[in-house]
Antibody, heavy 120, light 107 residues
């Protein structure tokens, strides 16, 4: 059974970089066939797609966040990461990591989500 | 970006009711449309992918249809565990986008 688990600081100061890691168990990130993704949800709001990385290294990011986002994969640890720079209070949200299916683009496995608050 | 618009934003229904949620895309997305259920404090759960294919383990009272720009999610007989928020998501072109959600509440 595939499981994803987010980890990282729950509080980040404005202008700093938000860094989260997603640890994948029950399957290999390097096996191919999946988009390793980050999605966020502002408090009480809907889902916002941040971007994904394919195991080959190709990435796609939301245009609204592209200048500040980096998604990377560490196959040796079976993890992938999110870095979001120059954060503001508007980046306060629950951040989810998720596995996207290559053929359908649907997200079949999700982490439980982690709340990141941007505040001084 | 492809905009996804769901309707209604919320609805009240009773156990046993048949309900339909609509999702409209701003451009044709073929059949690259997925549906999720989210309960408070939980991650979304995939219900249907590629417009009409039921994810493993999802009850058959859930069904999806559509193509191009107009899609529907139908629950044939609402059960107590179905009261939640539902989201559609297009995976036709990046940035992949979600609808704003439809909250299904108990009448």
């Amino acid at each position: 059974q595939v499981q994803l688990q987010e980890s990282g600081p729950g509080l980040v100061k404005p202008s700093q970089t938000l860094s989260l890691t997603c640890t994948v168990s029950g399957g290999s990130i390097s096996s191919g066939g999946y988009y390793w993704s980050w999605i966020r949800q502002h408090p009480g709001k809907g889902l916002e797609w941040i971007g994904y990385m394919y195991y080959s290294g190709s990435t796609h990011y939301s245009p609204s966040l592209k200048s500040r986002v980096t998604i990377s994969v560490d196959t040796s640890k079976n993890q992938f990461s999110l870095k979001l720079s120059s954060v503001t209070a508007a980046d306060t949200a629950v951040y989810y990591c998720a596995r996207g299916d290559y053929s359908s683009g649907s997200y079949d496995y999700w982490g439980q989500g982690t709340l990141v608050t941007v505040s001084s | 970006d492809i905009q996804m618009t769901q309707s209604p934003s919320s609805l009240s229904a009773s156990v046993g009711d048949r309900i339909t949620i609509t999702c409209r895309a701003s451009h044709s997305i073929s059949r690259f449309l997925n549906w999720y259920q989210q309960k408070p404090g939980k991650a979304p759960k995939l219900l249907i992918y590629a417009t009409s294919t039921l994810q493993s383990g999802v009850p058959s009272r859930f069904s999806g249809s559509g193509s191009g720009t107009d899609f529907t999610l139908t629950i044939s007989s609402l059960q107590p565990g179905d009261f939640a928020t539902y989201y559609c998501q297009q995976s036709y072109s990046t940035p992949w986008t979600f609808g704003q959600g439809t909250k299904v509440e108990i009448k």
